[in-house]
């Protein structure tokens, strides 16, 4: 399969193609419970893009023919300065999505190399994602390991 991958959003803001292509590509993921809610997606996904933009990236995989196969988003996240070090940034990688008919043609292997290039370039100290079971392999196969530093509590 023949991709473009193209990294969208940020502090400007979103296309409103790009909205369109991720609207898409959620819905495919995590369908509507009704026409209203999927009519509703775009309105809530720009109110989203519009409050956290500054600090999310997105990236699209398409097809050479134009259209949305794949996406990904990630969250910068700025480290309170230490002393004798400075801050640094880190990436957390989140909703990597392929359609069903594109996956195993290596559509996500290639959003998160555009993913893990950026970082890179922008001077990031780590790449962090939370992958479900059956993605451990394929993270694995990109370099990632398991970090077993975190807790966490569900309110």
Do not use: C
Request: overall charge neutral; glycine content about 8%; proline content about 4%.
């Amino acid at each position: 399969m023949t991709l473009r991958i193209d990294r969208v959003g940020g502090p400007e803001g979103i296309a409103d193609a790009d909205l369109a292509d991720l609207v898409a590509l959620r819905l495919a993921w995590k369908p509507a419970a009704s026409e209203e809610d999927a009519a509703d997606l775009e309105r809530d996904l720009r109110a989203w893009w519009g409050s956290e933009g500054d600090r999310r990236r997105a990236w699209l995989a398409r097809h050479t023919q134009g259209y949305a196969v794949g996406m990904a988003n990630a969250a910068v996240f700025t480290r309170m300065p230490v002393p004798g070090r400075g801050s640094a940034r880190w990436l957390y990688v989140a909703n990597v999505f392929v359609r069903p008919e594109a996956r195993r043609a290596g559509v996500g292997r290639a959003l998160m190399e555009a993913m893990l290039a950026w970082a890179r370039d922008e001077g990031m100290v780590r790449v962090v994602l939370a992958p479900s079971e059956m993605s451990i392999q394929f993270y694995r196969e990109l370099g990632f390991r398991e970090a077993n530093d975190l807790m966490r509590r569900d309110l």
